[in-house]
């Protein structure tokens, strides 16, 4: 009875618990309707059309902790992507790494003036990446020229998304290394635990010695990083690059951050829960055609599938301080 | 102090910009808008000067677009008229609404424009309409009350039946197909697909069976899923037909990179798709079709020059002669209004694919 009683406590306990409940749930559910969800191609399949938007999750976890948020990013992957199109197309650079090179580069470029403008600026952050957000994918357009760069131009670089190292893709391997780092560095670092301290309270943190503004600004140079890298990854992975690419994406980014539990007001997110919320995005996007949910009607399901989610977490998380609350009056 | 000196900074870059952003146009504009005043000015004096014929595409930043408009432009300027070229900056028609408005104000002859909404553009067109500026569409048509007549790339039913023909000689002539669209609600695709349904009901088509029509809504994540969907959900699967650009393209990787055996057949731009097509099974597309911009840009020139002449007015029976592309006439339309077909679309396989791709 009292085990019981404990294992119920860690489920109520963990936000991550309660999202890994959901996430199986729905994969039970998809499977029995379709049985080819589960098997390896399949999930590779997910994993890889969907990577892009679980790399920029990570970003968008340091951002939504400080309380911040960023809606440039989709437009700084069309740019570092574009400028990687372009580079093949007009045979500048052929090598692969000096490309991701390029495109890590000129994204951490981007994140830095965001950043600066935000952090040392005291810009609100919606309100400096907006205006970003229309700068990069301006800048996506310009230095497109109005030309596209498809899978002939793209030569040995698209290859790089076919390629396998031990068995495993190589973008679902570059995703899967983020997530290491981000986990290791957000959990046991210095510099993971100040981005905690600052979202969490800023005076305090101020007042203990950290500055806080470097602390904003590092956060948003790494948001930019990571769009920059999956410019390249994005175009690797569709053979093509296109100044309107991924438009509106930030904002499954944000909701996969929110589904995975990080408050938008700071200080709360983990690294898993950003992979589990965004894992739980990826398989929504995969499933609704898989399960024969009529074409029209699946933007509907998703969305209702998602508020689910979020509610169920917020309610864990009430029952969570509650509990919190309880052990401390005792 | 570090503020002031911050906000003069700011200030400078910002003016800096500014005068960056109008030098880089005016070198473009210049002529046209000295040429625009001159034209003014003979046109008060006698009505001896220059036409002008403006051409408004769906959106920036797109080659199929800016082919469209240099076919326009070269018509129009071998035929001795003045051409004005607008791009909006967004794919929307609050965008080329402004567009419009801007061209009214100029004062141009004639307005040709790919209308990015069927409705929304009324109020802005029958104003120019109104202050006698003959518009055309071309490429996406506005509402019949909106223009005098539509340039239309290819008749719909001369693009389902060459899609079905497709369908047909790809599978060999029987199994299960698949449509993967753009959005539910576009137009162009939903006439298309309608028409194919119309043409499958003929006994040749019997044998086809046609699955599933999923949307990829032209975004290249959710086409390649809804792509990789169709294969697990249809085994038997032939071939997919994909009458959108940026589905066929996803389909096209989705297919090729798999290695599998459903062929894929539709509407495609051939420069994105000259790494899918061939006919062995390394490629993933036999053949494919779209009609070719440049011409549609030079039809809809030829059209706006008769509108504006008077060898036209827009009504159906209506005839002329558009340069060497030979002799057209202004038809019944769909939708009430009446419409100029350029013919039925292009075949892009693997003998031509390789002079077109570097065309568009």
């Known amino acids: 009875m009292k085990d019981n009683k404990s294992i119920w406590k860690k489920i109520t306990g963990s936000r991550e618990a309660s999202l890994l409940i959901v996430l199986i749930i729905l994969c039970v559910v998809i499977s029995f309707r379709s049985p080819s969800f589960m098997t390896l191609k399949s999930i590779t399949d997910m994993l890889k059309n969907n990577a892009v938007i679980m790399i920029m999750t990570l970003g968008m976890l340091g951002v939504l902790l400080l309380g911040g948020i960023d809606i440039s990013i989709a437009s700084t992957?069309?740019?570092?992507?574009?400028?990687?199109?372009?580079?093949?197309?007009y045979n500048i650079v052929e090598n692969a790494f000096l490309l991701f090179l390029i495109a890590i580069g000129l994204g951490a470029l981007c994140g830095l003036v965001v950043g600066l403008v935000i952090a040392k600026g005291k810009v609100l952050p919606i309100i400096a990446t907006m205006g970003f957000m229309y700068i990069y994918r301006g800048l996506a357009y310009l230095i497109g020229n109005s030309q596209w760069a498809s899978a002939e131009?793209?030569?040995?670089?698209?290859?790089?998304?076919?390629?396998?190292?031990?068995?495993?893709?190589?973008?679902?391997?570059?995703?899967?290394?983020?997530?290491?780092?981000?986990?290791?560095?957000?959990?046991?670092?210095?510099?993971?635990?100040?981005?905690?301290a600052v979202g969490s309270n800023r005076e305090a943190a101020a007042i203990s010695?950290?500055?806080?503004?470097?602390?904003?600004?590092?956060?948003?140079?790494?948001?930019?990083?990571?769009?920059?890298?999956?410019?390249?990854?994005?175009?690797?992975?569709?053979?093509?690059?296109?100044?309107?690419?991924?438009?509106?994406?930030e904002m499954d980014v944000i909701a996969a951050c929110v589904i995975g539990g990080v408050s938008m007001t700071g200080g709360r997110g983990s690294v898993v829960g950003a992979f589990l919320g965004s894992l739980i995005l990826a398989i929504i996007a995969k499933a609704?055609?898989?399960?024969?949910?009529?074409?029209?009607?699946?933007?509907?399901?998703?969305?209702?599938?998602?508020?689910?989610?979020?509610?169920?977490?917020?309610?864990?998380?009430?029952v969570m301080d509650k509990n919190n609350l309880k052990g401390r009056e005792m | 102090m570090k503020k002031k000196v911050l906000s003069?900074?700011?200030?400078?870059?910002?003016?800096?910009?500014?005068?960056?952003?109008?030098?880089?146009?005016?070198?473009?504009?210049?002529?046209?808008?000295?040429?625009?005043?001159?034209?003014?000015?003979?046109?008060?004096?006698?009505?001896?000067?220059?036409?002008?014929?403006?051409?408004?595409?769906?959106?920036?930043?797109?080659?199929?677009?800016?082919?469209?408009?240099?076919?326009?432009?070269?018509?129009?300027?071998?035929?001795?008229?003045?051409?004005?070229?607008?791009?909006?900056?967004?794919?929307?028609?609050?965008?080329?609404?402004?567009?419009?408005?801007?061209?009214?104000?100029q004062g141009v002859d004639s307005i040709a424009i790919a209308a990015n909404d069927e409705n929304a553009l009324q109020a802005a067109l029958e104003e120019a309409m109104d202050a006698g500026i003959k518009v055309s569409c071309l490429d996406s048509k506005a509402n019949a009350d909106s223009r005098q007549t539509f340039v239309n790339q290819a008749g719909v039913t001369e693009i389902g039946q060459a899609l079905m023909d497709a369908v047909l000689d790809i599978t060999g002539g029987e199994g299960q197909w698949a449509i993967l669209s753009a959005t539910s609600q576009a137009a162009n695709q939903n006439a298309w697909i309608d028409s194919m349904k119309e043409i499958m009901k003929d006994d040749k088509y019997?044998?086809?069976?046609?699955?599933?029509?999923?949307?990829?809504?032209?975004?290249?994540?959710?086409?390649?899923?809804?792509?990789?969907?169709?294969?697990?959900?249809?085994?038997?699967?032939?071939?997919?037909?994909?009458?959108?650009?940026?589905?066929?393209?996803?389909?096209?990787?989705?297919?090729?990179?798999?290695?599998?055996?459903?062929?894929?057949?539709?509407?495609?731009?051939?420069?994105?798709?000259?790494?899918?097509?061939?006919?062995?099974?390394?490629?993933s597309c036999p053949y494919m079709y779209l009609w070719n911009p440049i011409d549609v840009g030079r039809l809809g020139a030829y059209t706006s020059i008769a509108l504006v002449d008077g060898t036209i007015t827009g009504a159906a029976g209506d005839q002329f002669t558009a340069g060497d592309m030979g002799d057209y006439e202004v038809v019944e339309a769909d939708d009430g209004g009446t419409e100029v077909i350029l013919g039925a679309p292009f075949k892009f396989d693997p003998d031509n694919i390789g002079e077109w791709k570097d065309v568009y």
């Open chain 1, 77 to 89: 992957l069309a740019f570092s992507g574009m400028t990687v199109g372009m580079l093949l197309k």
């Open chain 2, 8 to 105: 003069v900074l700011l200030c400078v870059a910002m003016v800096g910009t500014l005068a960056v952003g109008c030098g880089s146009k005016d070198e473009g504009s210049d002529s046209k808008a000295d040429a625009k005043t001159e034209d003014t000015q003979k046109d008060d004096a006698g009505d001896s000067g220059k036409k002008t014929y403006a051409i408004v595409t769906k959106a920036a930043g797109n080659p199929y677009n800016e082919k469209e408009a240099e076919g326009f432009q070269e018509v129009i300027e071998a035929e001795g008229g003045e051409c004005i070229v607008k791009h909006p900056e967004a794919a929307t028609a609050d965008a080329q609404v402004s567009v419009i408005q801007s061209l009214i104000s």
């Open chain 1, 288 to 318: 609704l055609p898989l399960v024969g949910i009529d074409s029209i009607a699946q933007n509907t399901v998703k969305g209702v599938i998602i508020l689910v989610v979020v509610i169920l977490n917020v309610v864990t998380q009430r």
């Open chain 2, 206 to 283: 019997s044998k086809l069976e046609l699955v599933e029509v999923a949307y990829g809504d032209d975004e290249p994540q959710k086409s390649t899923d809804q792509t990789q969907a169709l294969l697990s959900k249809y085994p038997d699967l032939k071939v997919i037909c994909a009458p959108t650009t940026v589905g066929i393209n996803a389909a096209a990787k989705v297919l090729q990179d798999e290695k599998s055996s459903v062929k894929l057949t539709g509407l495609g731009l051939p420069s994105e798709m000259a790494e899918y097509i061939g006919d062995d099974d390394a490629h």
């Open chain 1, 153 to 196: 131009n793209l030569g040995e670089f698209k290859n790089f998304a076919l390629g396998k190292v031990l068995g495993i893709n190589n973008v679902v391997l570059i995703m899967l290394l983020c997530y290491v780092i981000f986990f290791i560095v957000m959990k046991w670092t210095k510099i993971g635990r100040k981005v905690y």
């Open chain 1, 209 to 249: 010695g950290i500055n806080t503004s470097n602390v904003e600004l590092m956060v948003y140079t790494v948001m930019g990083t990571l769009a920059g890298l999956c410019g390249a990854l994005a175009v690797a992975v569709y053979s093509s690059a296109q100044p309107n690419m991924l438009y509106g994406k």
